[in-house]
Nanobody, 124 residues
Framework: QVQLVESGGGLVQAGGSLRLSCTASTSVYAMAWFRQAPGKEREFVAV????????FYEDSVKGRFTISRDNAQNSVYLQMNNLKPEDTAVYFC????????????????????WGQGTQVTVSS
């Protein structure tokens, strides 16, 4: 069972930036970020394939968030710029060796491993 540990959350003003990190206990094909706002369902944010050659983003974060990975460190990152109050949520790292990047990558059930979550709060 892959273990995932996230870090990098915090409180930031609207328009600011944060960088989330997630380190896996072993190498994993696809790594992704999801988020869950209070009272809402967990939703897909971004995913990246092993090579980094394929990335997909949820529409509301396109152009503001960038997902990247360092396979030597078994890590994935989420650079979040121009943050908005509606980005406030708990952000979860997810990993899978079987998810189809470009297929079912936005489905929660496609991921075998999840981190504990890190809180991101954007004040207006």
């Amino acid at each position: 069972q892959v273990q995932l540990v996230e870090s990098g959350g915090g409180l930031v003003q609207a328009g600011g930036s944060l960088r989330l990190s997630c380190t896996a206990s072993t190498s994993v094909y696809a790594m992704a970020w999801f988020r869950q706002a209070p009272g809402k369902e967990r939703e897909f944010v971004a995913v990246i394939s092993w090579s980094g050659g394929m990335t997909f983003y949820e529409d509301s974060v396109k152009g503001r968030f960038t997902i990247s990975r360092d396979n030597a460190q078994n890590s994935v990152y989420l650079q979040m710029n121009n943050l908005k109050p509606e980005d406030t949520a708990v952000y979860f790292c997810a990993a899978s060796d079987s998810v189809v990047v470009g297929g079912d990558h936005s489905d929660l059930g496609a991921y075998e491993a999840w981190g504990q979550g890190t809180q991101v709060t954007v004040s207006s």
